[in-house]
């Protein structure tokens, strides 16, 4: 299989969050590679409540395997970094990862929906995104990453300039 463009979404808001997001860029590249990471964004829970922010990060990633193949091996790298899956709605979270954009799919099955479905009204999503792919389209829309993080007018995220991951 050809080589595609993926968005990943990667959150943590539990333990040593910025270990966390490196261990599962490190987990990442036994499946593909790295070619661009956000810095670091700094915002509070979204969809519950929580004393614990989060520290989320987008990258651009290039893989051969397929979306379906890719869902399990996010779900392997989010439970060896610890995640509980107790709960069923929105909850604390040492690792989630997010499957954004897979090439220009448009993929509608029982356990994975790309474009993710609430990428665009998320701004932990959209401000790392606007960073490393502005120009980026979404295909349902065509509308471009900046246009929808625009749209969305949002600008509660801090940006860390301090931290550095590795890739
Ligand atoms: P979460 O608790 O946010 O990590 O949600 C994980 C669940 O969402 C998994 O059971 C996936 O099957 C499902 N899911 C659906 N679409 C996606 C996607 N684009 N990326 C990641 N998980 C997805």
């Known amino acids: ?16 969050r910025i270990a966390n997001l490196q ?9 593909g590679s790295t070619s661009k990471c956000s810095a670091i964004y700094e915002t509070a829970p979204w969809g519950f409540e929580s004393e614990h922010s989060f520290f989320n990060i987008c990258i651009e990633f290039w893989t051969d395997i397929s979306p379906e193949e890719l869902l399990q091996k996010i779900g392997s790298i ?3 970094c610890g995640r509980s899956r107790t709960s069923g709605s929105y909850s604390s979270r040492t690792l989630d990862i997010d499957i954004i954009l897979y090439d220009n799919l ?18 932990f999503v959209l401000a790392p ?8 389209t979404d295909p349902r829309n065509e509308k471009s990453v900046l246009e929808l993080w625009t749209d969305l007018g949002q600008h509660a995220a801090r940006r860390h300039n301090d931290l550095v991951l590795n890739f």
Not at 109 to 122: A, I, S
């Open 23 to 31: 261990e599962a860029l490190n987990q990442l590249a036994a499946i």
């Open 78 to 80: 989010e439970q060896i």
């Open 106 to 123: 448009i993929i509608d099955h029982e356990n994975l929906t790309v474009p993710h479905p609430l990428y665009d009204q998320r701004e």
């Open 129 to 136: 995104m606007a960073e490393i792919v502005p120009e980026l």
């Open 1 to 16: 299989m050809e080589v595609k463009r993926v968005i990943l979404s990667i959150g943590s808001n539990l333990g040593d």
